[in-house]
Protein backbone atom coordinates (compact mmCIF):
# COMPACT_ATOMS: atom_id res chain seq x y z
CA UNK A 1 0.00 0.00 0.00
CA UNK A 2 1.21 3.37 -1.02
CA UNK A 3 1.96 6.17 1.88
CA UNK A 4 0.02 9.08 0.33
CA UNK A 5 1.08 11.62 2.09
CA UNK A 6 -0.21 15.89 2.00
CA UNK A 7 3.09 17.92 0.23
CA UNK A 8 0.35 20.99 0.46
CA UNK A 9 1.77 23.76 2.55
CA UNK A 10 0.42 24.20 5.63
CA UNK A 11 -1.24 27.83 6.54
CA UNK A 12 1.31 28.25 8.92
CA UNK A 13 3.92 27.46 6.82
CA UNK A 14 2.46 30.32 3.77
CA UNK A 15 2.07 32.88 6.74
CA UNK A 16 6.01 32.23 7.53
CA UNK A 17 7.15 32.82 4.02
CA UNK A 18 4.85 35.66 3.81
CA UNK A 19 6.88 37.59 6.70
CA UNK A 20 9.76 36.48 4.64
CA UNK A 21 9.17 37.70 1.45
CA UNK A 22 6.95 40.77 2.66
CA UNK A 23 8.78 43.45 5.15
CA UNK A 24 6.95 44.75 8.39
CA UNK A 25 5.68 48.55 8.39
CA UNK A 26 6.99 50.66 10.45
CA UNK A 27 4.52 52.04 13.00
CA UNK A 28 3.97 55.33 11.48
CA UNK A 29 2.95 54.12 8.23
CA UNK A 30 0.16 52.60 10.01
CA UNK A 31 -2.17 55.86 10.18
CA UNK A 32 -1.79 56.40 7.03
CA UNK A 33 -2.08 53.08 5.10
CA UNK A 34 -5.76 53.05 7.41
CA UNK A 35 -6.57 56.61 5.82
CA UNK A 36 -5.90 55.07 2.48
CA UNK A 37 -7.43 51.76 3.10
CA UNK A 38 -10.89 53.57 4.30
CA UNK A 39 -10.86 56.14 1.31
CA UNK A 40 -10.70 53.37 -1.04
CA UNK A 41 -13.91 51.68 0.64
CA UNK A 42 -15.58 54.91 0.36
CA UNK A 43 -14.13 55.06 -3.31
CA UNK A 44 -15.73 51.79 -4.57
CA UNK A 45 -19.04 52.63 -3.12
CA UNK A 46 -19.48 55.88 -5.01
CA UNK A 47 -17.34 54.29 -8.35
CA UNK A 48 -15.92 51.09 -8.58
CA UNK A 49 -13.42 51.76 -10.76
CA UNK A 50 -11.85 54.53 -7.89
CA UNK A 51 -11.64 51.46 -5.30
CA UNK A 52 -8.84 49.84 -7.73
CA UNK A 53 -6.98 52.73 -7.68
CA UNK A 54 -7.43 53.52 -4.22
CA UNK A 55 -6.31 49.71 -3.58
CA UNK A 56 -3.07 50.00 -5.81
CA UNK A 57 -2.55 53.52 -3.55
CA UNK A 58 -2.69 51.66 0.10
CA UNK A 59 -0.73 48.68 -1.27
CA UNK A 60 2.12 51.36 -2.60
CA UNK A 61 1.68 53.45 0.64
CA UNK A 62 2.05 50.43 3.13
CA UNK A 63 5.13 49.56 1.02
CA UNK A 64 6.80 53.39 1.12
CA UNK A 65 6.43 52.30 5.12
CA UNK A 66 8.14 48.81 4.71
CA UNK A 67 11.16 48.28 7.49
CA UNK A 68 13.07 45.39 6.40
CA UNK A 69 15.23 43.24 8.80
CA UNK A 70 18.51 44.14 8.51
CA UNK A 71 21.71 42.67 9.68
CA UNK A 72 25.06 45.15 10.21
CA UNK A 73 28.20 44.06 10.84
CA UNK A 74 29.94 42.67 14.01
CA UNK A 75 33.26 43.91 13.37
CA UNK A 76 34.32 47.28 15.71
CA UNK A 77 35.19 50.52 14.14
CA UNK A 78 32.42 50.61 11.24
CA UNK A 79 30.26 52.77 10.98
CA UNK A 80 27.08 51.44 8.63
CA UNK A 81 24.94 53.15 6.25
CA UNK A 82 22.32 54.82 7.62
CA UNK A 83 19.54 54.49 4.89
CA UNK A 84 19.19 53.03 2.33
CA UNK A 85 19.91 55.26 -1.12
CA UNK A 86 22.77 56.22 -3.17
CA UNK A 87 25.92 58.04 -1.73
CA UNK A 88 25.40 61.66 -2.79
CA UNK A 89 28.39 63.75 -1.66
CA UNK A 90 32.03 62.77 -0.16
CA UNK A 91 33.90 65.23 1.88
CA UNK A 92 35.12 67.16 4.61
CA UNK A 93 32.70 69.14 6.28
CA UNK A 94 31.49 71.40 9.59
CA UNK A 95 28.96 69.43 11.65
CA UNK A 96 25.75 70.80 12.14
CA UNK A 97 26.42 74.35 14.61
CA UNK A 98 23.40 73.11 16.93
CA UNK A 99 25.44 70.70 18.49
CA UNK A 100 28.50 73.07 19.81
CA UNK A 101 31.23 70.95 18.37
CA UNK A 102 33.04 73.83 17.26
CA UNK A 103 34.28 74.23 13.27
CA UNK A 104 36.77 71.61 13.05
CA UNK A 105 35.98 69.52 10.04
CA UNK A 106 34.64 65.74 10.31
CA UNK A 107 34.36 63.62 6.71
CA UNK A 108 30.50 63.38 5.89
CA UNK A 109 28.77 60.75 3.48
CA UNK A 110 25.38 61.86 2.34
CA UNK A 111 23.20 59.11 1.47
CA UNK A 112 20.14 60.26 -0.57
CA UNK A 113 16.99 59.01 -0.57
CA UNK A 114 14.18 58.93 -3.30
CA UNK A 115 10.38 57.73 -3.05
CA UNK A 116 11.42 54.20 -4.00
CA UNK A 117 13.91 53.26 -0.97
CA UNK A 118 12.96 52.26 1.93
CA UNK A 119 12.63 55.15 4.31
CA UNK A 120 13.15 54.01 8.05
CA UNK A 121 16.80 55.59 8.99
CA UNK A 122 19.33 52.93 11.00
CA UNK A 123 21.55 53.37 13.71
CA UNK A 124 25.68 53.46 12.38
CA UNK A 125 26.96 51.80 15.36
CA UNK A 126 26.63 50.59 18.66
CA UNK A 127 26.75 53.78 20.76
CA UNK A 128 25.23 55.95 23.26
CA UNK A 129 22.62 58.98 22.54
CA UNK A 130 24.56 62.19 23.58
CA UNK A 131 22.11 64.52 22.08
CA UNK A 132 19.16 64.68 19.83
CA UNK A 133 18.56 68.21 18.52
CA UNK A 134 15.42 69.24 16.22
CA UNK A 135 15.55 72.47 13.88
CA UNK A 136 12.86 73.63 11.91
CA UNK A 137 13.83 75.01 8.39
CA UNK A 138 13.69 74.99 4.70
CA UNK A 139 12.00 72.80 2.42
CA UNK A 140 15.23 72.52 -0.22
CA UNK A 141 15.54 69.38 -2.99
CA UNK A 142 17.44 67.16 -0.76
CA UNK A 143 19.33 66.32 -3.24
CA UNK A 144 21.18 70.02 -3.44
CA UNK A 145 24.79 70.36 -0.99
CA UNK A 146 23.14 72.99 0.58
CA UNK A 147 19.55 71.34 1.87
CA UNK A 148 22.70 69.85 4.85
CA UNK A 149 22.49 73.64 6.11
CA UNK A 150 19.27 75.35 5.33
CA UNK A 151 16.71 72.01 5.35
CA UNK A 152 14.18 71.22 8.08
CA UNK A 153 16.80 68.82 10.31
CA UNK A 154 16.95 66.28 13.10
CA UNK A 155 20.29 65.87 14.34
CA UNK A 156 21.96 63.07 16.68
CA UNK A 157 24.96 62.84 18.18
CA UNK A 158 26.37 59.69 19.31
CA UNK A 159 29.19 58.17 21.23
CA UNK A 160 30.61 54.49 20.00
CA UNK A 161 32.18 51.62 22.42
CA UNK A 162 35.22 52.76 21.25
CA UNK A 163 34.94 56.52 22.51
CA UNK A 164 34.02 58.11 18.77
CA UNK A 165 31.29 60.59 17.79
CA UNK A 166 29.51 60.25 15.07
CA UNK A 167 26.55 62.41 13.78
CA UNK A 168 23.95 61.64 12.06
CA UNK A 169 21.18 64.17 10.43
CA UNK A 170 17.89 63.32 9.27
CA UNK A 171 16.85 66.30 6.90
CA UNK A 172 13.99 66.95 5.01
CA UNK A 173 13.35 67.51 1.52
CA UNK A 174 11.45 68.69 -1.39
CA UNK A 175 8.44 66.95 -0.17
CA UNK A 176 9.46 65.72 2.59
CA UNK A 177 7.45 67.34 5.83
CA UNK A 178 7.91 65.36 8.03
CA UNK A 179 10.88 63.77 10.21
CA UNK A 180 9.93 60.99 13.28
CA UNK A 181 13.34 60.40 15.52
CA UNK A 182 12.49 58.12 18.02
CA UNK A 183 15.92 58.09 19.42
CA UNK A 184 16.40 60.01 22.96
CA UNK A 185 19.32 61.56 25.05
CA UNK A 186 20.73 58.90 27.16
CA UNK A 187 19.57 55.91 24.97
CA UNK A 188 22.08 52.97 24.16
CA UNK A 189 21.44 52.39 20.45
CA UNK A 190 22.70 48.98 18.46
CA UNK A 191 24.06 49.02 14.63
CA UNK A 192 21.70 48.64 12.36
CA UNK A 193 18.86 49.48 14.63
CA UNK A 194 15.77 51.72 13.56
CA UNK A 195 15.37 54.93 15.13
CA UNK A 196 13.08 57.16 12.68
CA UNK A 197 11.78 57.71 9.63
CA UNK A 198 11.68 60.65 7.14
CA UNK A 199 8.34 61.04 5.04
CA UNK A 200 8.82 61.32 1.68
CA UNK A 201 11.97 61.59 0.25
CA UNK A 202 15.02 63.09 1.75
CA UNK A 203 18.56 62.80 2.70
CA UNK A 204 20.18 61.66 5.82
CA UNK A 205 24.18 62.53 6.30
CA UNK A 206 27.05 60.36 8.32
CA UNK A 207 29.79 62.38 10.04
CA UNK A 208 32.68 60.24 11.17
CA UNK A 209 35.91 60.89 12.86
CA UNK A 210 38.15 62.80 10.03
CA UNK A 211 40.88 60.21 10.56
CA UNK A 212 38.62 57.86 9.11
CA UNK A 213 38.92 55.89 5.69
CA UNK A 214 35.69 56.50 4.20
CA UNK A 215 35.15 52.91 1.67
CA UNK A 216 31.53 54.32 -0.58
CA UNK A 217 31.99 56.55 -3.57
CA UNK A 218 29.39 58.77 -4.93
CA UNK A 219 26.99 57.31 -6.90
CA UNK A 220 27.20 53.85 -5.02
CA UNK A 221 24.09 52.49 -3.41
CA UNK A 222 23.61 51.62 0.11
CA UNK A 223 21.30 49.44 2.08
CA UNK A 224 20.91 50.93 5.72
CA UNK A 225 22.26 48.89 8.65
CA UNK A 226 24.49 46.70 6.20
CA UNK A 227 26.23 48.73 4.17
CA UNK A 228 29.76 50.05 5.57
CA UNK A 229 30.60 53.11 4.83
CA UNK A 230 33.70 54.16 6.47
CA UNK A 231 36.53 52.30 8.95
CA UNK A 232 36.77 54.49 12.46
CA UNK A 233 40.36 55.00 13.45
CA UNK A 234 41.82 52.38 15.54
CA UNK A 235 42.11 54.46 18.90
CA UNK A 236 38.95 56.44 20.85
CA UNK A 237 37.87 59.55 19.52
CA UNK A 238 37.78 63.28 20.82
Not at 113 to 135: E, G, K, M, N, T
Not at 218 to 224: E, L, N, Y
Amino acid sequence: MTDARDTRPSASHVIELAKQVVPPMHPAGRPFVLGAAALTLLARKIFRPAGVVGALLTAWTAWFFREPKRVAPSRPNLAVAPADGAVSTVGLAVPPPELDLGDEPMLRVSVFLSIFDVHVQRVPADADVLRSVYRPGKFLSADLDKASDDNERNTLLLRTRDGHRLVVVQIAGLIARRIVCDAREGDKVNAGDTYGLIRFGSRVDLYVPAGSRVLVEPGQRTIGGETVLAELPAGAGA
